[in-house]
C-alpha cells in the first residue's frame, strides 16, 4: 500500500510541477510540450527522479487512450466552416505531404547512415506526421496574425495525417519481419481500408454518439463521459477491425460538434481539460521510457536528419500541396515551419520495437532525438518565423 500512496504522490506532484513550469515556460516563449518531456525524462532513470521504466507495451496502451482524447478535441473543435476553407489542402498534406516527407527524409537517412531503404523509409514514415496537441498547442499560443484559413489547415492536417503515418509505419515494420509477407496489391487494399474505412467507422460512429448525446436524459457532467467511453469505444472497434481508430474518433468528433451545435459547448470545454491531461501524461510517460544516456550516439546523425526534416522536408510537401491549390509563399512557407513533431512519431516508434525489428531499440532512440529537435528550434521560433513570412504581431 505504501507503494501505491507513494506512486499517487509522484504523479500528482509531477502532475503540479508541469503545469506550474509550463505557465513559467508559455510566458517565455519555450514550448510547453517539451518542457513535458523533459520532466519526465528529469524523473527517470538518469535524472534526479530515479524512476526505473521501460514497459513499451503500457506505454503503447496508455498512448493510444491520450491520442484518442486528443484526437476526439481536435475533431469537436473542427467546424464546417474550416472543413470548407481547409478540408482540401489538410488531406493533401495528411496523405501527399506525409508520403513526400517520409521519401525526402527516407534520402538522408540511407546518405547519412547507410541503413537499408527499408529502414531509412521506416523512418521517413516515423517522423512524418505533425503532431495534433503540438500544432495546436503552439497556435493556441500565437502572438502573430497568422490567417483563419492556415491556422485550419495546419489543424485539420493534424487530425487527419495519422492514418497514412500508421499505414506506412505498419507496412515497413512488416516488410522488415516478413519481407515476404506483404504484395504491393494486399498493400493498396490494406490502405484503402485503413483510410476509408476508418472515415466510415467514424462517420456513423458520430452519428450514433450525437443522437445518444441528444437523447440520452443524463446530467450535464455526464455528457463528456459519455462522449469519451464512446470514443475509447469506436478506436477499439476499428482498430480490431484493422481500420484506422484515430481517423475514425477525429471524424467522430467532427460529426457530433456539427450535430450538436452550440450544444456541444459544455462537452467541448470538458474535452479541453481532458485533452491537457492527456497531453501531459502523455509526453512524461514517453520522456520517462526514454534513457537519456542511450541518446549521445545518436545527436549528430539524428540531428542531420531533422535538419532535413525541417529545412527540406517538410517545405517542399508544404509547397507541393498548397502552392496549386492558390496559396502565397509567405503562407506555404509558414505551413512549412509550423509543422511540428510531437508525441505521435515517437508512439508509433514503439511499434518495430514491439514487432521484435532487429534495429527497433536504435530507431526509437532517432526517433526521440528528431523529436526534441523538432520541438526545440521549430516551437521556440514560432514567432520569429511569422514575422518572417509576413504576419505581424
Not at 503540479?16 to 519526465?40: D, E, H, Q, S, Y
Not at 450538436?260 to 502523455?282: D, M, N, R
Not at 526521440?368 to 521549430?378: A, D, H, N, P, T
Request: glycine content about 14%; aromatic content about 8%; some cysteine.
Amino acid at each position: 500500500m505504501d507503494g501505491a500512496h507513494l506512486f499517487i504522490l509522484v504523479g500528482g506532484a509531477i502532475g503540479i510541477g508541469c503545469i506550474l513550469i509550463g505557465l513559467v515556460a508559455a510566458r517565455i516563449g519555450t514550448p510547453v510540450l517539451l518542457v513535458f518531456m523533459v520532466l519526465g525524462m528529469l524523473a527517470g532513470e538518469d535524472g534526479p527522479g530515479g524512476i526505473q521504466f521501460d514497459d513499451f507495451r503500457m506505454t503503447y496502451l496508455l498512448g493510444s487512450l491520450a491520442l484518442v482524447i486528443i484526437l476526439l478535441e481536435g475533431g469537436l473543435k473542427t467546424t464546417r466552416p474550416m472543413l470548407r476553407s481547409a478540408g482540401v489542402a489538410g488531406a493533401l498534406l495528411a496523405t501527399l505531404g506525409v508520403a513526400v516527407t517520409a521519401g525526402i527524409v527516407a534520402v538522408a537517412v540511407k546518405w547519412l547512415s547507410g541503413a537499408s531503404w527499408t529502414v531509412a523509409f521506416l523512418i521517413g514514415a516515423l517522423v512524418s506526421p505533425t503532431d495534433a496537441a503540438a500544432v495546436a498547442a503552439v497556435l493556441r499560443a500565437r502572438t502573430t496574425a497568422v490567417p483563419e484559413r492556415l491556422i485550419a489547415v495546419l489543424e485539420v492536417e493534424s487530425g487527419f495525417n495519422d492514418p497514412m503515418a500508421v499505414f506506412l509505419t505498419l507496412t515497413l515494420t512488416e516488410a522488415l519481419v516478413a519481407p515476404t509477407g506483404l504484395s504491393p496489391l494486399s498493400g493498396g487494399v490494406m490502405f484503402l481500408w485503413e483510410m476509408g474505412g476508418g472515415a466510415a467507422l467514424g462517420l456513423a460512429g458520430g452519428v450514433v454518439l450525437a443522437w445518444l448525446l441528444a437523447r440520452v436524459k443524463a446530467e450535464a457532467s455526464l455528457r463528456p463521459v459519455l462522449l469519451l467511453a464512446g470514443g475509447f469505444a469506436l478506436f477499439g472497434a476499428a482498430q480490431m477491425l484493422h481500420a484506422s481508430g484515430f481517423l475514425a474518433v477525429y471524424c467522430a468528433g467532427i460529426v457530433v460538434r456539427a450535430r450538436l451545435g452550440g450544444a456541444a459547448e459544455g462537452t467541448e470545454l470538458a474535452f479541453e481539460a481532458f485533452a491537457w491531461i492527456a497531453q501531459i501524461g502523455l509526453f512524461v510517460l514517453l520522456g520517462l521510457l526514454v534513457t537519456p544516456h542511450h541518446l549521445p550516439p545518436f545527436l549528430a546523425g539524428a540531428g542531420l536528419v531533422a535538419l532535413a526534416l525541417m529545412l527540406v522536408g517538410r517545405p517542399v510537401a508544404a509547397a507541393l500541396c498548397l502552392r496549386p491549390l492558390g496559396y502565397r509563399w509567405g503562407e506555404i512557407g509558414f505551413a512549412g515551419w509550423v509543422g511540428l513533431r510531437g508525441a505521435v512519431p515517437i508512439y508509433l516508434a514503439i511499434v518495430p520495437v514491439l514487432s521484435g525489428v532487429p534495429e527497433g531499440g536504435r530507431i526509437f532512440a532517432a526517433v526521440f532525438v528528431i523529436v526534441l529537435l523538432s520541438l526545440g528550434v521549430q516551437g521556440w521560433t514560432i514567432a520569429p518565423a511569422a514575422r518572417l513570412f509576413g504576419f505581424r504581431r
